[in-house]
């Protein structure tokens, strides 16, 4: 049902005025644009049969319940059935009451009709949808898009359908593409023009859409945008894109990660496959910063079974809920206990029979380690690494991964101590096992549980000061993603009591860390100051991938090399064990001279 409202009424009278039109105009187009006076007459006298039947046809047919400005097939459809109608009642009306009208202005009626009456609504939908874009265009952020490869591409396509953002150019580095277009968007220049050019369109945000770069390229375009006060987003890293799991249109603000990471890791996913798939996977301290992400990338190999060991109950929850709904179709184990705790450990391993352990359960935070902490630091880091790597040959497991630190290396702390400790301890087994022992060393990643990203976080948020310990204070990171990978990749390479040192690239001024962190955040260093606090108990300022009596040796992997480590015997694994098991709880003091006694390059005072 038609209903009768102005809107309506409107469009009628244009249909009829219309109708009137056309009718002329045939007969206009039929005598070349000079009707005869004969023929005039006729015209006009035939508009009061013509025009009613016309109107009476364009009501019933329904011409009017689309509105104008959704005009689409449907209304084109109810137009072409009512030219249809006027094709056949028009000449069949002026036969009956034997008007003489040229066949072909009978022929030209209908056809001009359906033209008009359809041109007249999708010029009039045309006019408004390029009215409300103009509209729209006015609300929308202006933004830039820095690259020109195929991820840039994609995310001008989004945006185009975007109500949120109008993109006003495109910056690319290659000389080439200056003046062309992407999708419509010129391409302004190089990212070095981008300050000028977002003074002159007056644009304050540009989204870096070059996910393949190399990261130097990245934070080089995030530089540009800092240094002109125009905040920056960026697409999906290139391993979530390849992955499927996003798409380049989910847009992020810039991370910590985004400047300080690195190129992707190259794993050998067939290897690996090969060495996991289908295979019961142990994982200690599964709760953990690493031990979760190394779950989470073990999940991509199709373990037959994963078991979760872990002390902390709540951790252990959570890792079941994530995987118990993101990875279902994995056998799970998640078994509370403590790698100090013989007993326990040897009822999980019995019970399960995992072939590859990957231990990362440890004490790690090294201030805190230092004081009323130090034998609790030995035993968890030493005598835990002891007890489930001991289970692990009695129980024939072939692959034994131990997570370590580069704070292992030339130690000044009581943490660091207890992982070179821990190491020594797996290759002492090696030598009276069939286990392949296997060491991983890598620095800071970024934003684990009491890392200083986190704690920066935090003070930010609070409104500063961000503490920093030294100006000089260095250290090495890399993204949690990465490490748990480089594990898996050293895991599958590693042989018998090998040592793999990961590539960290160059040291990171926690200075300039810090900086980062306060501009990302949205402040000024003027708004957020650092405050340098002093070098805490155990603290270095450098950290050392290699002690000064070790070398390295390359391996296929160009992130990956093996240290060669001075190493213990049996004999003196049973020394370390009765020290290990000696009674009640020695003073800090106590605990430190008695492990310069066992790692030699160790200095705790």
């Known amino acids: 049902m038609q209903y009768l409202n102005p809107r309506t009424l409107l469009a009628f009278a244009h249909d009829v005025v219309a109708s009137v039109v056309v009718w002329c105009v045939a007969f206009w187009l039929r005598f070349n644009l000079e009707i005869p006076k004969e023929w005039l007459g006729v015209m006009v006298t035939t508009l009061a049969w013509v025009v009613p039947a016309s109107a009476v046809i364009f009501w019933l047919l329904g011409l009017y319940r689309g509105v104008w400005r959704y005009a689409s097939i449907p209304d084109l459809k109810r137009i072409l059935l009512a030219g249809a109608a006027i094709a056949l009642v028009v000449p069949s009306a002026l036969m009956m009451l034997q008007i003489t009208v040229p066949r072909t202005v009978l022929v030209l009626n209908p056809v001009l009709l359906v033209m008009f009456m359809g041109g007249s609504r999708l010029a009039y939908r045309a006019w408004r949808e390029q009215r409300m874009a103009g509209l729209l265009d006015r609300q929308r952020e202006p933004v830039f898009v820095v690259g020109g490869g195929e991820a840039a591409v994609s995310l001008l396509k989004d945006l185009a359908r975007s109500s949120r953002w109008r993109v006003r150019g495109v910056f690319d580095d290659n000389a080439g593409h200056r003046g062309l277009e992407l999708q419509g968007i010129t391409v302004l220049g190089p990212v070095a023009e981008l300050p000028d050019q977002a003074m002159k369109?007056?644009?304050?945000?540009?989204?870096?859409?070059?996910?393949?770069?190399?990261?130097?390229?990245?934070?080089?375009?995030?530089?540009?945008?800092?240094?002109?006060?125009i905040k920056v987003m960026t697409v999906p890293s290139y391993d979530d894109l390849v992955s499927g799991r996003v798409t380049v249109s989910q847009l992020r603000h810039v991370e910590l990660d985004d400047l300080l990471g690195r190129d992707p890791v190259v794993l050998d996913t067939a290897g690996l496959n090969e060495w996991l798939s289908g295979r019961v996977v142990m994982v200690t301290g599964a709760g953990g910063s690493i031990g979760s992400e190394l779950c989470r990338q073990l999940a991509r190999f199709n373990p037959g079974r994963l078991v979760f060991f872990e002390a902390n109950e709540f951790a252990l929850y959570n890792m079941e809920q994530e995987f118990r709904s993101k990875h279902a179709s994995i056998p799970l184990i998640c078994a509370i206990g403590d790698v100090k705790d013989p007993a326990r450990v040897e009822q999980v391993m019995q019970s399960y029979r995992p072939s590859v352990i990957f231990h990362a359960a440890a004490y790690k935070h090294v201030p805190l380690m230092?004081?009323?902490?130090?034998?609790?630091?030995?035993?968890?880091?030493?005598?835990?690494?002891?007890v489930i790597a001991q289970s692990a040959a009695r129980n024939g497991v072939e692959k034994f991964v131990l997570i370590s630190t580069d704070k292992a290396v030339n130690p000044t702390s009581v943490m660091g101590a207890s992982k070179r400790l821990a190491e020594m301890v797996c290759q002492a087994l090696q030598q009276l096992a069939e286990t392949s022992f296997v060491m991983v060393r890598f620095g800071n990643v970024l934003g684990s549980t009491g890392s200083a990203i986190p704690k920066f976080r935090e003070q930010i948020a609070a409104g500063g000061p961000v503490t920093v310990t030294h100006p000089e204070i260095r250290r090495y990171f890399m993204s949690i993603p990465?490490?748990?990978?480089?594990?898996?990749?050293?895991?599958?390479?590693?042989?018998?009591?090998?040592?793999?040192?990961?590539?960290?690239?160059?040291p990171v001024l926690i200075a300039d860390l810090a900086r980062d962190l306060i501009r990302l955040s949205g402040f000024t260093e003027n708004e957020i100051k650092i405050v340098y606090s002093g070098l805490r108990p155990g603290e270095k300022l450098f950290e050392e991938l290699l002690a000064a009596d070790e070398n390295s040796l390359p391996t296929p992997h160009p992130k990956l090399r093996i240290a060669q480590a001075r190493q213990e015997n049996g004999a003196w694994l049973g020394r370390l064990v009765q020290w290990l098991a000696r009674p009640g709880n020695p003073g800090d003091e106590t605990v430190k001279s008695e492990l310069e006694q066992w790692v030699s390059e160790y200095s705790g005072r």
């Open 370 to 386: 230092e004081t009323e902490n130090a034998w609790q630091a030995v035993l968890n880091n030493v005598a835990g690494t002891h």
């Open 201 to 229: 369109l007056g644009v304050e945000l540009a989204i870096i859409a070059m996910p393949d770069a190399a990261h130097s390229t990245r934070r080089h375009a995030v530089e540009i945008c800092n240094s002109a006060g």
């Open 482 to 506: 990465e490490a748990a990978q480089l594990v898996l990749q050293a895991g599958l390479m590693g042989n018998d009591g090998e040592i793999f040192v990961l590539d960290m690239g160059e």
